[in-house]
Structure formats: structure tokens, C-alpha cells
């Protein structure tokens, strides 16, 4: 009884995780079908292959690079990433009521289209602390990078999407009187 518990247990603390691999994959990949494949895929591969994790360790973190390693493949095998004027949320990859309307959505688009500027590295790591809220140590285990490493690209990333942002690169609608 005990063992079917914890594969209970297992389950469920894998499905807890799941709207927070759809929010980081759907920000990776800014295409909401390609996004639901790779976690898919990455739920399989963690479900085959959970006897490698180890108990005590951190399962968030360990889906994460699931996910992330799985991303990496797949971005390599396409050879280059699709072009934002084919997706038809604008190139975010989000949809919800912050993209319904005429105008509520455009931050979002905004900031969407700057991250996608955003060099791969970059892009991971601000996705990772500043959407998924995880700790510079989660994001370095994630990604396989010294802390130092998170701590640089992050920086250079926000500073980048400060530019983007700010620039002619991003438009922002403003009202006129």
C-alpha cells in the first residue's frame, strides 16, 4: 500500500507543476501548440524516467531542466525559430484576457515581442526568475550554469528589455485627445 501511495504522491506533485511548465514553455516557444507539446513531452519523459530522480531533491527544478533540456534539442533540430508575423497572438505565445480587446493586450504583445529579441540565454533566465519566480540556485540548476552566470545574463537581459521596451522596437500605443 505504501508504494502505491507515494506513486500517487508522485503524480500529484507532477501535476502541480504543470500550469507552471505551460507558462514557461509558452513563453519559450511563443506558439501555444508547439508549447503543449513540449510539455507533454516533457511529462512523459519524467513519468519514464522518475527513478532517476532523486527523493528530497527538488522536483520543480527537475522538471524544469526536463523541459528546458528538451527545448534546447528541439530548437536545435528546427535550426531557427519561426517568424512572429505567422503566430497569431501577436508573438507571445500568451493568450487570456490580457491579450482580449483593442488595446489591454499591447503591453503584453510589447513585452512579448521583446523577449523573443532577447538572445536564447537571456531570454531562459528572465523567464525563469522573473515569470517563474525561481532563485538564482533553481534557475542555475535548471540551465546548468554557475549562479555568476544566471546573476550576468539576467542582468544583461532586463537591461536589454529595458532598451527594447523603451526603443521604437516594441510599439506602444498611445492615446491621442
Known amino acids: 500500500m505504501r508504494g502505491e501511495r507515494s506513486g ?11 500550469p507552471h511548465l505551460r507558462r514557461y514553455a509558452r513563453a519559450l516557444g511563443r506558439d501555444a501548440g508547439t ?20 527523493a528530497g531533491t527538488n522536483l520543480r527544478g ?7 533540456n528538451l527545448h ?16 497569431p497572438d501577436g508573438g ?10 483593442p488595446d489591454r493586450g499591447l503591453p503584453v504583445r510589447d ?5 523573443a529579441k532577447l538572445p536564447d540565454d ?3 533566465v528572465v523567464l525563469l526568475i522573473g515569470l517563474e519566480e525561481m532563485s538564482y ?17 539576467l542582468a544583461r537581459g532586463r537591461e536589454r528589455l529595458r532598451q527594447l521596451m523603451d526603443s521604437g522596437d516594441a510599439p506602444v500605443l498611445r492615446r491621442v485627445k
Open 8 to 18: 500517487v504522491d508522485r503524480r500529484q506533485a507532477i501535476v502541480e507543476q504543470i
Open 35 to 54: 508549447a503543449d507539446d513540449l510539455v507533454q513531452d516533457c511529462l512523459e519523459r519524467a513519468l519514464s524516467r522518475f527513478h532517476l530522480f532523486r
Open 62 to 68: 527537475w522538471l524544469f531542466t526536463i523541459l528546458h
Open 72 to 87: 534546447v534539442n528541439q530548437t536545435r533540430r528546427a535550426g531557427r525559430r519561426p517568424d512572429d508575423a505567422a503566430l
Open 92 to 101: 507571445t505565445g500568451m493568450a487570456g484576457p490580457a491579450s482580449e480587446g
Open 111 to 115: 513585452l512579448g515581442r521583446a523577449l
Open 122 to 124: 537571456q531570454r531562459e
Open 137 to 153: 540556485k533553481e534557475a542555475a540548476d535548471t540551465l546548468g550554469v554557475p549562479i555568476g552566470t544566471v546573476m550576468s545574463r
